[in-house]
């Protein structure tokens, strides 16, 4: 009789209500939220592009701002599922109580976790169209196969927004956030490629890159954008997919604990 | 069989703490059924349970025809639900705070639509469809928890302390409306803490307090079976040697707290006399209500 924590997640599709939801509450706010997706991007590549790429010949066969650009597509929209997966899943779920009343309807649990990842995941897409355009505009890759990178963006948002809602699903409050961001996200952009190539990293910290799913966006990203096809794509998809479907159990059962108290 | 919901020895633990002990309950169909007890006392957890938001340790339950939690979903399609807390969306109007919920049973934007007019009506909130939800005073607010409880045309409506917060005005116009919901045949059932509140709404009550009912029963049927039917409080410094000295003679029992001495008693009219002889002593003779009965079964400590 009791709960089973940890039951594989049951899929509906009840979750679209509040997809609905989520974009009614972002197309109030769509004007800021894109110059952010936008304003971002550009300025770091401008900034770091031309600033620090005037120094260098070129990174990895690129000149330094294109290869720069591939990293800012994964970190941006890392970005933006990280931060709807952390700060606004957990105003949904314990200021504005808005999971309290849904749970109050035939959606479960289980649709609403869903719901956030996919949420979160849209988000991403979003910004990885945004940073896609910027980099057309500023006519540093003309690869047709640069768009892969528009279901890259997806994958990437789903990735991390299943990792954040572990820790959404553990945060006493918003100040917590601060340990994933100091000790998850700021080394892995340091240590995935984003602004120099892995291979500048001792050995050992180019192991811990190996595992990290940044690394494994960027491998992919990169090539796309020089219209390569990315050697071992499979092995990257499938790392990503894998930290998509643990981020999404291990946050379930941690939400199905947290809301069953 | 015209139960809407029955519960047998439903019973549901945190840890070594046991909230619900052993709760049986059968609600019929129209009824307006209230749970009272302190706090603490398993009301809210008790309403998870019923809607099937946490399973319980042991019992059986059904709502509607459906097993629940195992068939809670299908339950809670024609269920409503105005929680204790606010938590309506603070991005939205009024009027989509009314779409975008409808949404989660599955109907249709044009289903939605058409039931507004009469929502809003019912809620009082006809003026304020296209105001957003932080413009609202906490009265509006609470109308439109209902307003949107409804918003499924359910069966059931489950109202935890609807009326806690609200100003007399606010209070009168929500029991009006929720004895509306009775007229046209919905079953409701609410957790309150005000006793005037369940003596006007309610058919039947239970009382509630560890987990266990202690007693259930019509608003008259609590008060006749469990107390006095007269009470007569008097106030003063030196009530308590007065008590002892008096209350115990003319009162079928008696109670102090503080600086007043309740008297529970048969007829009154003895008591009433004694009291011509202790001018220094205020009193008020009154008949007994619901929360004397309350008071009589939880006792007077507080619930922390």
New interface residues.
């Given amino acids: 009789?009791?709960?089973n924590l940890f039951a594989l997640p049951q899929f509906s599709l009840?979750f679209i209500?509040?997809w609905?939801?989520n974009f009614?509450?972002w197309k109030?706010m769509a004007g800021p939220s894109i110059l952010g997706h936008l304003a971002d991007p550009v300025i770091y590549m401008l900034g770091l592009g031309y600033g620090l790429g005037g120094m260098l010949p070129e990174v990895g066969g690129l000149s330094y701002i294109a290869f720069l650009s591939a990293g800012t597509v994964c970190y941006s929209t890392m970005n933006s599922a990280s931060f709807e997966a952390l700060y606004s899943g957990f105003a949904r779920m314990h200021e504005?109580?808005?999971w309290?009343?849904?749970?109050?309807?035939?959606?479960?649990l289980d649709d609403i976790v869903f719901s956030e990842i996919v949420w979160a995941g849209s988000k991403s897409l979003l910004s990885g169209v945004a940073v896609l355009l910027v980099i057309w505009l500023m006519g540093l890759s003309h690869s047709p196969l640069s768009l892969w990178i528009i279901p890259l963006s997806l994958l990437v948002g789903l990735c991390f927004a299943s990792l954040g809602l572990i820790v959404t699903a553990l945060a006493p409050g918003y100040d917590f956030f601060m340990y994933y961001f100091t000790l998850v996200i700021t080394p892995m952009v340091l240590l995935c490629g984003v602004f120099f190539p892995v291979d500048q990293l001792p050995a050992s910290l180019q192991h811990v890159s190996s595992i990290l799913p940044l690394t494994h966006a960027i491998n992919l990203a990169r090539p796309l954008l020089n219209n390569v096809i990315p050697a071992n794509f499979m092995t990257h998809i499938a790392v990503l997919l894998g930290y998509v479907l643990a981020g999404f159990y291990i946050s379930l059962v941690l939400f199905r604990r947290r809301l069953?108290? | 069989m015209n139960a809407v919901l029955s519960a047998r020895n439903l019973r549901k633990c945190?840890g070594d703490q046991v909230v619900v002990d052993g709760l049986n309950l059968s609600i019929q169909r129209g009824e307006c059924f209230g749970l009272l007890g302190p706090n603490g006392a398993g009301k809210t957890t008790t309403l998870r349970l019923l809607?099937g938001?946490?399973?319980?340790?042991?019992?059986e339950l059904q709502l509607l025809d459906h097993v629940v939690?195992g068939d809670a979903?299908?339950a809670?399609?024609h269920?409503g639900?105005v929680?204790q807390?606010?938590?309506?969306?603070?991005?939205?109007t009024v009027a989509?705070n009314l779409l975008?919920?409808g949404?989660?049973?599955?109907m249709s934007d044009a289903e939605i639509e058409a039931r507004l007019p009469d929502l809003l009506e019912f809620a009082n909130l006809a003026h304020k469809r296209d105001a957003k939800v932080p413009t609202l005073s906490g009265g509006m607010k609470r109308r439109l928890t209902l307003a949107r409880a409804l918003v499924?045309d359910p069966e059931v409506i489950f109202l935890d302390e609807p009326t806690t917060g609200l100003d007399p005005q606010a209070r009168h116009l929500i029991w009006q409306r929720l004895r509306e919901l009775t007229a046209r045949g919905k079953t409701l059932l609410l957790t309150t803490h005000f006793m005037d509140e369940a003596e006007r709404l309610c058919h039947r009550l239970a009382v509630m307090d560890n987990g266990r009912i202690i007693t259930i029963g019509s608003p008259r049927e609590l008060i006749e079976q469990n107390i006095e039917p007269q009470v007569v409080e008097v106030f003063g410094e030196q009530v308590a040697s007065w008590a002892r000295d008096y209350a115990a003679q003319h009162a079928q029992r008696f109670e102090v707290s503080g600086e007043t001495a309740f008297c529970y008693v048969q007829d009154a009219q003895p008591l009433l006399r004694e009291l011509q002889q202790h001018p220094h002593l205020r009193y008020l003779h009154r008949p007994a209500n619901l929360e004397d009965v309350f008071l009589k079964l939880t006792g007077r400590e507080m619930r922390e």
């Fill in positions: 009789m009791k709960t009840r209500p509040i609905r939801r009614l509450v109030k504005q109580r808005t309290d009343a849904i749970l109050n309807t035939p959606i479960t069953s108290q | 945190y809607l938001l946490i399973a319980p340790d042991a019992g939690p979903r299908a809670r399609l269920v639900v929680p807390m606010d938590n309506l969306d603070p991005d939205f989509e975008v919920y949404r989660y049973f599955g499924n």
